[in-house]
Each structure stands twice: as structure tokens, then as C-alpha cells.
């Protein structure tokens, strides 16, 4: 398989992001499933390609089946994201859940996951933040659905400041099942690769594009100005540090030019 793979995914899916702001109504519902299962085949398939089908086969039944079996939780217990239900925009259903919402778990999942790996040893503190950075990324994500009338809560109270109709229990479930997803998924994840080797610079600017992207689309496209600043706040904790190590890898590896002995 052709390790570029991901990377023309990830250009497809840019294109379809970028795209989100100009569309509408069915169209727009139809370009966020197609973009969910786009950015589900791209992490997989970056999975199976740099770890082999274990960690791949791991993502999925880790991620993709504990996503929808928390989801299907949720909807029938209100536990632990609050009672909430899904209207019939997002496609087909089982257990009252749409098949792309654990779907959008795993693709966010494994660059989180992998984001994590490079910035810390292995142990609680890489799986903390895994899941932070995977938590966080629905700062974002739940403002914009229910502002499209994808879900709503039945009881939205507490809050966040600026960001009605989603409780704060949602983000503590978030967190709550984003700590259980990468604790399982730990040891079965496979290796860490070494920085010098490119084949994880997909997953990291899935990551930061993920980030910087929808800073710019809730505070300029959709009208979501709040849920900008606390997802820009929230996702800051694993992007910002990524995009410095990154940075600061990349100017140790620039050739450096020779000093002049003569001069």
C-alpha cells in the first residue's frame, strides 16, 4: 500500500472542510457525513499502513466499537453525556445513534493519540493528554452540530459561558470515555516511530489543521465566536506544543552552512 495515501486524504478532506461554510441544509448534513467517513478511512488507513492490521484492527474495535457503544449508552441512560437525542439528518441509525458518530471518535482518536506519543514518555501522562487532545476537540464539535440541529440535550444547564444547549456534563463525558479510549488502546497501538521519520507527518497536520481550521471557520464562517475561543483554548494544550516541536525539528535537521575559515 502507498504510504502517501494519507496525505491525498487528507487534501480531499481539506477541500470538503473548506467547502462546509459555502453549503446548506441537505448538503451541507450530506458533506459532514462524507467528511466524517473520509477523515474514519484516512486515520485507519495511516494506522494499518505505519503499524500494521493489529493496531489498525486495535482503532477500530477500541474506537469505532467503543464509540457507538458509549453513544448508544448515552442515548438510552443520559450517562455520561446528559439526555440528549439525534434528529435523522446524519444518516441511518442503530440503537438510536448514527453510524458516523464512532466514526468521527476514531478519526480523531488516532491523531490524538499519536500527537500525544510524540510529546511524551510513555505512561499516564501520554494517555492524559491523548485524551485531552482528543476531549478537547469537542469544544468545537458540539456548538457547531447542535447550532446545525444534528442533536440537541433536553436539559442543556450548566453551561459553559457562551456556549448554550451543550451541558457541561457532555465535555466531562468526553473526557471521561477519551481517558478509557486511550488507556485501552495503549497497548495496542503499536511503536512509536522516531521524529526523523515522516510517515506520522500526516496524523500531525490532520491534528493542527483540525485545530487551526476551526478556530478560523467558528470565529469568521459560522457565526461561533465563543466556541472559538474555548476550543482554541482547549486544543491548545496538545497543538501548541506539537506545532513547537515540530518546528523546532525541523530547523535542527536544516543542513547548516559552512563558516568560512578565511573570512
Same mark, same amino acid.
Given at each position: 500500500m502507498d504510504?502517501?495515501?494519507?496525505?491525498?486524504g487528507? +487534501?480531499?478532506l481539506?477541500?470538503?472542510?473548506i467547502?462546509y #461554510?459555502l453549503?446548506?441544509?441537505?448538503?451541507?448534513?450530506?458533506?459532514? @457525513?462524507?467528511? @466524517?467517513?473520509l477523515?474514519?478511512?484516512?486515520s485507519? &488507513?495511516?494506522?494499518?499502513l505505519?503499524? +500494521?492490521?493489529?493496531?489498525?484492527?486495535?482503532?477500530?474495535? @477500541?474506537?469505532?466499537?467503543?464509540?457507538?457503544?458509549?453513544?448508544?449508552?448515552? %442515548?438510552?441512560?443520559?450517562?455520561?453525556?446528559? /439526555?440528549?437525542?439525534? &434528529? +435523522?439528518?446524519?444518516?441511518?441509525?442503530?440503537?438510536?445513534v #448514527?453510524?458516523?458518530?464512532p466514526?468521527?471518535?476514531?478519526w480523531?482518536?488516532?491523531?490524538?493519540?499519536?500527537t *500525544?506519543?510524540?510529546?511524551?514518555?510513555?505512561g499516564v501522562?501520554? %494517555?492524559?493528554?491523548?485524551?485531552?487532545g482528543?476531549?478537547?476537540?469537542?469544544l468545537?464539535?458540539?456548538?457547531?452540530m =447542535?447550532?446545525?440541529g444534528?442533536?440537541r440535550?433536553?436539559?442543556?444547564a450548566? !453551561?459553559?459561558?457562551?456556549?448554550?444547549? =451543550?451541558p457541561?456534563?457532555?465535555?466531562?463525558?468526553?473526557?471521561l470515555? !477519551? %481517558?478509557?479510549?486511550?488507556?485501552a488502546l495503549?497497548?495496542?497501538?503499536? #511503536? %512509536?516511530?522516531?521524529?526523523?521519520? &515522516?510517515?506520522?507527518?500526516?496524523?500531525?497536520?490532520?491534528?493542527?489543521?483540525?485545530?487551526? &481550521?476551526?478556530?478560523?471557520a467558528?470565529?469568521?464562517?459560522?457565526?461561533?465566536?465563543? /466556541?472559538?475561543v474555548?476550543?482554541?483554548? +482547549?486544543? *491548545?494544550v496538545?497543538?501548541? #506544543?506539537?506545532?513547537?516541536?515540530?518546528?523546532?525539528?525541523?530547523?535542527e535537521?536544516?543542513?547548516?552552512?559552512? @563558516?568560512?575559515?578565511?573570512?
Amino acid at each position: 500500500m502507498d504510504h502517501r495515501l494519507p496525505w491525498a486524504g487528507l +487534501g480531499v478532506l481539506v477541500l470538503a472542510q473548506i467547502c462546509y #461554510p459555502l453549503t446548506a441544509g441537505a448538503t451541507r448534513a450530506g458533506l459532514t @457525513v462524507a467528511t @466524517v467517513v473520509l477523515g474514519y478511512l484516512i486515520s485507519v &488507513s495511516h494506522a494499518l499502513l505505519t503499524r +500494521g492490521p493489529r493496531a489498525a484492527a486495535a482503532l477500530v474495535a @477500541v474506537a469505532t466499537g467503543g464509540g457507538f457503544a458509549i453513544e448508544a449508552l448515552g %442515548v438510552a441512560t443520559s450517562f455520561p453525556f446528559g /439526555s440528549y437525542d439525534y &434528529s +435523522g439528518e446524519l444518516g441511518p441509525k442503530l440503537a438510536g445513534v #448514527p453510524l458516523i458518530i464512532p466514526l468521527a471518535w476514531t478519526w480523531m482518536a488516532w491523531p490524538a493519540w499519536l500527537t *500525544a506519543a510524540r510529546l511524551t514518555p510513555p505512561g499516564v501522562r501520554r %494517555v492524559a493528554l491523548a485524551a485531552v487532545g482528543l476531549a478537547a476537540w469537542d469544544l468545537f464539535l458540539d456548538p457547531q452540530m =447542535v447550532a446545525e440541529g444534528y442533536w440537541r440535550w433536553q436539559d442543556a444547564a450548566p !453551561a459553559l459561558p457562551g456556549l448554550p444547549g =451543550v451541558p457541561v456534563s457532555n465535555y466531562l463525558g468526553w473526557l471521561l470515555f !477519551a %481517558v478509557l479510549l486511550m488507556a485501552a488502546l495503549r497497548p495496542l497501538a503499536g #511503536p %512509536v516511530i522516531d521524529y526523523a521519520d &515522516s510517515r506520522d507527518a500526516p496524523m500531525y497536520a490532520l491534528y493542527l489543521w483540525t485545530y487551526l &481550521s476551526s478556530v478560523l471557520a467558528h470565529a469568521v464562517f459560522l457565526g461561533l465566536p465563543a /466556541s472559538a475561543v474555548w476550543g482554541a483554548a +482547549g486544543m *491548545a494544550v496538545a497543538a501548541v #506544543p506539537l506545532a513547537l516541536a515540530l518546528g523546532r525539528e525541523r530547523r535542527e535537521r536544516r543542513p547548516r552552512r559552512p @563558516v568560512d575559515a578565511t573570512a
